[in-house]
């Protein structure tokens, strides 16, 4: 505990986070669509994957994830997808975030390697939309993301800012 009375009189101010579900996606090859001067443009369409936490369901087809790949810089990332709870409610997900790595490390990532999830800094910020008052929760509060590349997608764990 600090005696800086400053820090202590902030500390109501002080996010915490609490753990929501995890997201584990299934995605397709990229469509790349090549390098278009700010970066390597490419499309993952997702096919599948499962929700589990404190919601539980499926992540439906037909999502996509759009990159902009870098090896030198942050690759942006920008998924639109949706999941369907074991209820049948359907969630929108629009999620932003960055990934950075080495660049070798990078270039095993865009080529589908396996990389140590240590050395890569992969954060998101997750935002939703759904019809079901039950979840409504989802959009009344901020979400980050922790994520993991894996060779075949993509695991995501999904945080509420308190």
């Not at 278009?36 to 999502?63: M, P, W």
């Not at 039950?134 to 075949?152: H, I, N």
Request: net charge negative; charged share 35%.
């Amino acid at each position: 505990m600090s005696n800086d009375p400053e820090e202590h009189e902030n500390e109501h101010l002080r996010p915490t986070l609490e753990h929501a579900f995890d997201l584990d996606i299934e995605v397709e090859e990229p469509i790349e669509i090549g390098e278009t001067g700010d970066g390597q443009r490419r499309i993952i369409r997702i096919l599948d994957g499962t929700v589990s936490g404190r919601i539980e369901g499926h992540v439906l087809s037909g999502g996509a994830d759009y990159q902009l790949f870098r090896t030198e810089r942050p690759s942006e990332l920008v998924a639109k997808y949706a999941f369907e709870t074991d209820d049948g409610s359907r969630v929108y997900v629009e999620n932003r975030g960055i990934r950075f790595a080495s660049p070798e490390d990078s270039e095993r990532l865009r080529d589908g390697l396996p990389v140590d999830p240590d050395d890569v800094y992969f954060r998101s910020v997750p935002e939703f939309e759904t019809a079901d008052p039950e979840l409504s929760w989802l959009t009344e509060s901020v979400f980050v993301a922790a994520g993991t590349r894996q060779p075949k997608g993509v695991k995501l764990a999904v945080y509420r800012v308190g």
